[in-house]
Structure formats: structure tokens, C-alpha cells
């Protein structure tokens, strides 16, 4: 299983420099768990946060310049830290599986003379077998749309420079070297180097990077979405919106139909007072509908008639029952239109999913419901808060001995952020 160790991000909103984890150069600072939640109170940046990896994911798919004005935000001035000039920035340590070495990949995004934001630097990179400390080397380092990217992908650039100058550097290439290097140059520097060199089979480190962060799973999930009527035709993912999610029925019905029958038991004993839950395809209109079994009741509802909380807890359960779930799963504030005892009870399901089965996902998400984070661990939250620059401050609840102490004596998590103990001191 893919894994975030650890992320860095610098002059984005008001996420002027903040770094959850475990990075290349921070090896003493505990890696993120598999299930992450970030906890605040409104404004301290939250949604920033998870907007982080929809950029991310905006930018492989999209190119930088669309990804600054997608999904509302405006262009790169409006998503640049107040009063900085400097480059956004992010940097991502992670491990491909348990055993890996981690790689670290750094992007760097700026406005170019015209002030349309461009691919500034990127870079991959990974220390080499056995070695244990110094620089990592880099396979893959782009400056301004051009650099270098070693061929085999089984060995590294050895340099330690954050800028290097990429004319003196190809030409201090050795014979041996140059054979095992190729120099490259993007056709457009607004768009990743991992979009087009992950594309290639002679680049399975880089391929597999972009793979990874293709599969991560953003949920921009609304009720109404998942109430609409899709045409019929089983689709085996839930898509970010939620409006396939009797498509995702039907693919299970059809292709996993005893494990599905078992993961709407399931399902239905966590909300009350649903009996069952199918599909049903008009012969007429061919749309899907998705059809609840009330306990009470001896029709069925459809699910344009559920309530907001009964059909988001049935779209996480089910992702979460996916038989090859993303690698990452990222949600902001479940809890909207939930009932307050649900809660604890999603935020379980979350952590058995994150941490039970070898092909599980990382679970990431923010909240500011005191009752979700009672489920959690101390090592699994982190507090935003706003600091007096007016910038985003982050720090892990595990760090505060007292917290840690008053948990281990069987106090709730949750009950301790109302009660003002996780705030800073």
C-alpha cells in the first residue's frame, strides 16, 4: 500500500509554511498514520488543507495554470499566501509499499514575465540502496521545463544544489553518465513533468507516482449529486461527485454479489432503520434507481426521498467497501448532516478500512466535530490553528504529554478539543 509519510507546503493561502509528517530531511518527526485527521475551528484553514491534494491532483491532470482556476480559486495571486512573493510550493514524502525507500517529489510554481503561473522546478528523488543519510539523488529534476531524467530510472543525479544551472550541468556529464541520462524539455512548462515522463514504461518510478496520485480519491460528494438519475450500467468506482452511486450498486450486485449482500447488512444495521438497499432500472427511461427499504414501511423509497446523512453514510461505507479502493482517500467534514451518534461510528469504519487489509487506503480527513474525533487516537489528530501573522499553524495532539495522559486515563479525545485542552498554550 502507497502511503504519505509526510507533506510540506509553503505559501499557499494561508498555508505560508506548514509540514504534517515526516520528510527527507526530518527523519526524527513520526510519519503520518494511515488515518489522518486534521481538527480546527472555522477559518483556521481546513479546507485549505484539503484543497492541498485537489490541487495536486488538479495540476497532473489539468496543467498548473487551469489548476489555479479551477474549483473556484481564482488564479495564482488569489491562492498565493498574502503579502509573499516567493513560489507555491509542495513536497510530498512517500513510500510505493512498507518496504520501499521513500521518495520525495518537490514542485515548485511561479508567474512567469506574461503572469501566467508555470512549472518553476520539479524533482524526484530517493537515496540510493544502503545508504542511510546525506542527500537523497534525484532521478528527475526539471528546472523551467527542461532537465534531466535518468534513462534506466535505477539511478540518480548526484547532486545537493536546490537550483542548479542546467547548460553547466550537461556538459559536466561524464561519457558513462551521459549514455545513462536523458536531457529533456517539456513542450510546455505549465504542465508536470510526471504527467508526460509517467506516461513511459522506461519510467516505472515516476509511473508510478503519477499512478499514485491518479488514484487519489477526493470527495466532493453532495446529496443531491447521489439523488440524480443516471442512465443504467454498472461502473465499478464512486465517482468524486457521488452521482453514479446506483451504478457502484449495480456493478456489486452484479459482479460481488454475495460480499455485496453481506456489505448491505452491514450498512443497514449502521442506519437507522433501513431494512435494505437495491437498484432498479426503469425498462422505459433506462435511468437507475436507487431504492431504500424502510423497516416500517412495504414500499421502498427512492433515494431522491432520503434524507442528506442517509445517503452520505451509504456513499462512504460503500467506497470504503470497494474491492480495489484508491490509495488515498481524502474528505472534508463528513460530519454535515450527520447524526451525532453516527459519528464515532463512521469514524471506526474509516480507521478498520485505513488500517485492516494490506490493499487499504490512506485515510485523510478534516473535521471540527468533537463527537467524530472521540473515536480517534492522539497520534491520529492534528490542530490547525491561526497564528498571529495571520498564517496557519499545525501540531500534532500526540506532542502534548498531557493530552496524551488524560486519554490513556480514559478520557475521549473529542471531549477534551471542547473542553479547550488540545487549544495552544
Not at 133 to 158: A, C, E, Q, T
Not at 369 to 374: A, I, K, R, T
Not at 375 to 386: F, G, H, N
Request: proline share 4%.
Amino acid at each position: 500500500m502507497a502511503k504519505i509519510e509526510g507533506i510540506r507546503v509553503k505559501n499557499f493561502r494561508n498555508l505560508k509554511d506548514v509540514t504534517l509528517g515526516r520528510l527527507w530531511n526530518q527523519q526524527k518527526s513520526e510519519p503520518l498514520t494511515t488515518m489522518t485527521v486534521v481538527i480546527g475551528k472555522n477559518g483556521v484553514g481546513k479546507s485549505t488543507l484539503f484543497d492541498v491534494f485537489g490541487f495536486l491532483s488538479d495540476a497532473l491532470k489539468l496543467g498548473v495554470e487551469e489548476a489555479c482556476d479551477s474549483r473556484g480559486r481564482g488564479g495564482f495571486e488569489k491562492i498565493r499566501s498574502q503579502g509573499q512573493e516567493g513560489a507555491i510550493e509542495f513536497e510530498v514524502y512517500y513510500k510505493e509499499d512498507g518496504n520501499a525507500r521513500p521518495i520525495t517529489y518537490e514542485i515548485s510554481i511561479d508567474i512567469d514575465n506574461s503572469g501566467r503561473p508555470f512549472v518553476k522546478k520539479e524533482r524526484l528523488r530517493q537515496r540510493r540502496k544502503n545508504q542511510s543519510n546525506g542527500w537523497p539523488f534525484s532521478f528527475l529534476m526539471l528546472n523551467d521545463g527542461k532537465g534531466i531524467v535518468w534513462k534506466d530510472d535505477g539511478r540518480s543525479i548526484d547532486e545537493n544544489k536546490e537550483i542548479f544551472d542546467f547548460d553547466s550541468f550537461v556538459k559536466s556529464l561524464t561519457v558513462e553518465e551521459s549514455r545513462e541520462t536523458e536531457v529533456v524539455e517539456l513542450s510546455d512548462k505549465r504542465k508536470l513533468g510526471i504527467t508526460t515522463l509517467g506516461s513511459l514504461k522506461q519510467h516505472p518510478r515516476i509511473s508510478a507516482f503519477r499512478q499514485f496520485i491518479e488514484g487519489w480519491y477526493l470527495s466532493y460528494f453532495t446529496p443531491d449529486a447521489a439523488r440524480s438519475l443516471p442512465l443504467a450500467g454498472p461502473q465499478k468506482h464512486l465517482n468524486i461527485r457521488g452521482d453514479n452511486l446506483g451504478n457502484v450498486v449495480q456493478f456489486m450486485e452484479r459482479e460481488h454479489e454475495a460480499r455485496f449482500k453481506k456489505v448491505l447488512e452491514r450498512i443497514a444495521k449502521k442506519i437507522p432503520g433501513i431494512n435494505s438497499i437495491k437498484t432498479y432500472r426503469d425498462p422505459v427511461t433506462d435511468h437507475l434507481h436507487l431504492l431504500f427499504q424502510d423497516k416500517g414501511f412495504n414500499k421502498p423509497f427512492y433515494a431522491q426521498q432520503m434524507s442528506d446523512g442517509t445517503l452520505k453514510v451509504f456513499a462512504y461505507l460503500l467506497l470504503l467497501e470497494d474491492p480495489t479502493p484508491p490509495p488515498f482517500i481524502c474528505i472534508e467534514e463528513p460530519e454535515n448532516g450527520l447524526y451525532h451518534k453516527l459519528l464515532e461510528t463512521l469514524a471506526a469504519e474509516f480507521r478498520i478500512h485505513a488500517t485492516g487489509r494490506k490493499s487499504a487506503s490512506q485515510v485523510f480527513i478534516t473535521t471540527h466535530q468533537p463527537y467524530f474525533v472521540d473515536a480517534l487516537e492522539p497520534e491520529e489528530v492534528w490542530i490547525l490553528e491561526k497564528g498571529e501573522d495571520g498564517f496557519s499553524t499545525i501540531r500534532r495532539a500526540n506532542d502534548d504529554e498531557l493530552v496524551k495522559n488524560m486519554v490513556a486515563e480514559g478520557l475521549p479525545l473529542g471531549g477534551l478539543w471542547y473542553s479547550d485542552y488540545l487549544d495552544a498554550r
